[in-house]
């Protein structure tokens, strides 16, 4: 489903001068076509509830939620905080600082052959104005049920895509698409054996599921 989201300009303008210093790393096809790709942190205005991504794993407790600790990740201006709307997904929880998000480290350089692949059978020598952006967003070991007795726990997983149309402007719109498989469940014991073993086994497959995804939505975020 194509997915078009209209930012304001000043939030656009943020969005360009956050990325000027970073060039993007360019993916080029053997018909001699080419694309620059970014991969970074996805903008909160992208994420759901407007919450910063995820570095690390956040890993959500019950006892975040019965505390109020770290109610929010800095998602949004004070004054349009709104307690109804409020749930544990936005809950900073506590970052497991030796699981870096893996998006860069695994689904980047298969993002990188299967761009690729695209290009060779797609992109008849055209050369992309416009980089390609890849976002990791969500990475989260989160309880699933507050007044439940088990101790299930989901893992979810998200990164997004999003680029300016090749014919448009700065303030153009993105055309975005983002992927996050339904979440993985098991006791949070499971998730936290062998230095979370099964969180890196299972986030590999969330991935692999993107990257099938990523695939599918290329000729929408590549139309020329």
């Known amino acids: 489903m194509k997915n078009y989201y209209v930012l ?6 943020a969005l360009l001068s956050g990325c000027a210093s970073v060039k993007p790393s360019v993916i080029k096809a053997t018909n001699n076509s080419s694309i620059g ?3 970074q942190a996805a903008p909160k ?6 919450v910063y ?3 690390y794993l956040r890993e959500v407790t019950p006892v975040h939620s019965a505390t109020g600790i770290g109610l929010a990740v800095l998602s949004a201006a004070l004054g349009s905080f709104n307690s109804s709307s409020f749930d544990k997904e936005v809950y900073k929880g506590n970052l497991i600082k030796t699981l870096k998000n893996p998006t860069l480290d695994y689904f980047k350089p298969k993002a990188n052959q299967v761009l690729k692949a ?4 797609n992109g008849a020598g055209y050369a992309y104005q416009q980089p390609l952006n890849i976002g990791y967003s969500t990475w989260t070991l989160i309880y699933k049920n507050l007044n439940s007795t088990d101790s ?3 893992l979810k997983y998200k990164v997004s895509f999003y680029k300016k149309p090749e014919k448009g402007s700065i303030f153009s719109g993105w055309t975005k698409q983002a992927c996050s498989p339904a979440p993985v469940e098991a006791n949070l014991d499971d998730w936290r054996n062998n230095n979370y073993a099964k969180v890196k ?3 590999q497959h969330l991935m692999d599921q993107c990257l099938q995804q990523f695939e599918q939505q290329l000729p929408v975020l ?3």
């Open 118 to 121: 695209w290009l060779d059978n």
């Open 37 to 39: 790709v970014l991969y």
């Open 201 to 203: 086994v299972e986030t």
């Open 53 to 55: 991504s995820d570095p």
């Open 45 to 50: 205005e992208f994420n759901d509830a407007e």
């Open 222 to 224: 590549l139309k020329k």
């Open 8 to 13: 304001s300009c000043l939030t656009t303008v």
């Open 152 to 154: 299930l726990y989901e």
